[in-house]
């Protein structure tokens, strides 16, 4: 292995306050600057091997459903009905995607306008997660099968055109719908960022994932050690120096 899974990124209007927020419905610790002076912010994951979520500034309106949400799971009733009111207590408001009266879940936005849902108790697929059960993404086949490759995460599902993949360590799931997938409008508000290991190389790595299906986003160069990328779907991740 030569890079893994650092960060969920987020591209926030006021990073400091939705990291706050974040960090109040998962119960993670906030981190301002912790990454860097770019302004950003972010919630670190209570252990040393979970990816962090950055709010790194963004100023870009928001066009559409974004193409990646968090489901969050429940052990019960009441412990999904307490996640609801902290995440409306915090500044979050329902929301309406289409979701029928008698499906379980409850759909919530954050006070940027991120998606994400709240899962009811008893989600077999989500069991062996945690508290963040799944990133729920719109892609292919195909990007479910590059992202098994590039993080070394084994496929967990591979049916009907839909896959996910996790960690051997488990924790979250990532999840691909399959088609028909949704014309992407814009830049992704969420995005994958990638760390290099202790001693990796970092041309070494960007060709691997090049090898993989990846492209540049910036093909004369990156900045300052931090190389912009696109996935088979054309979706942005970034790859930086060891962390």
Request: with cysteine; glycine share 16%.
């Amino acid at each position: 292995m030569t890079s893994r899974l650092f960060a969920i990124c987020f591209n926030a209007t006021r990073p400091s306050g939705l990291a706050r927020f974040w960090s109040g419905v998962l119960g993670w610790e906030t981190a301002d600057g912790a990454d860097g002076a770019d302004g950003g912010a972010t919630v670190l994951p209570p252990g040393a091997d979970g990816f962090r979520i950055r709010f790194l500034p963004g100023g870009e309106p928001k066009t559409g459903r974004n193409q990646a949400h968090f489901d969050l799971t429940s052990t019960s009733r009441e412990d999904q009905e307490r996640t609801v009111a902290r995440a409306l207590g915090l500044g979050g408001r329902h929301i309406d995607v289409g979701q029928l009266p008698e499906e379980g879940h409850v759909v919530l936005a954050d006070p940027d306008g991120n998606e994400f849902c709240v899962i009811e108790a008893g989600n077999r697929f989500l069991a062996d997660t945690g508290f963040i059960g799944a990133l729920a993404c719109d892609g292919t086949r195909e990007v479910g099968y590059f992202w098994s490759e590039a993080l070394h995460w084994p496929l967990v599902w591979d049916q009907d055109q839909e896959t996910a993949i996790q960690s051997p360590d488990g924790g979250t799931k990532i999840t691909w719908g399959g088609p028909p997938v949704p014309p992407k409008t814009g830049t992704n508000r969420l995005y994958f960022e990638l760390a290099l290991l202790a001693g990796a190389d970092l041309g070494a790595e960007i060709d691997r994932l090049v090898s993989l299906g990846a492209t540049r986003a910036d093909p004369g160069g990156g900045d300052g050690g931090r190389v912009l990328m696109l996935d088979p779907d054309g979706n942005e991740f970034a790859v930086r120096g060891p962390r």
